[in-house]
C-alpha cells in the first residue's frame, strides 16, 4: 500500500514514535509499504519554526528531508497537477492549506493519509482514505 505522512505523523514517527497508534506504527514500519512524507510537510514545519510555533529538538528543519530518507520514507515532490487542480479540493471544516493539499495530494496520488486529525473524514467523500 501506498501510505502519506500527515506532518504530525511524520514528526512523531522521527522524535516520538510512541505517540504513534500502533495500527500506524506498523503500516510505517511494513516493508511491503512505500511510505513517502511531501516536500509540503517541510515546507509548514519550516514555517512554523520561523514563526516560533514549533521548536525541533537539536534538529533544525532542513535536516529533517534526509532524516526521513535515513527512516526509508519517500519524500513526495508536488507535481504540477496537483497544484493546478487543487482548487477542485472543496473547503470544507478543514481551511488550513498544507492539510488540505496533502488531502488532494493523497486522493489524487491514490495514497492512505495517516493522520490523527479527525476533520479529514469529512473528504471521504471526494475520495481520501485515511488511516
Known amino acids: 500500500m501506498n501510505y502519506l505522512l500527515d506532518t504530525h505523523a511524520f514528526l512523531w514517527t522521527l522524535f516520538s514514535p510512541e505517540k504513534l497508534s500502533s ?6 514500519k511494513a516493508p511491503e509499504n512505500d511510505v513517502a512524507v511531501s516536500v509540503i510537510t517541510f ?19 532542513e535536516k529533517l528531508p534526509g532524516a526521513g530518507v535515513e527512516m526509508g520514507i519517500s519524500l513526495l515532490a508536488v507535481r504540477p497537477s496537483d497544484a493546478a487542480s487543487f482548487h477542485k479540493l472543496p473547503v470544507l471544516a478543514h481551511k488550513a492549506p498544507f492539510d488540505r493539499f496533502l488531502v488532494w495530494q493523497a486522493i ?20 481520501l482514505k485515511t488511516h
Open 43 to 61: 515546507w509548514e514545519i519550516s514555517l512554523k519554526c520561523a514563526l516560533g510555533k514549533l521548536e525541533l529538538k537539536g534538529v533544525g528543519p
Open 108 to 127: 489524487q496520488q491514490k495514497m492512505i493519509l495517516i493522520s490523527k486529525d479527525p476533520e479529514f473524514k469529512s473528504y471521504h467523500k471526494f475520495g
Open 23 to 28: 495500527p500506524a506504527a506498523q503500516k510505517i
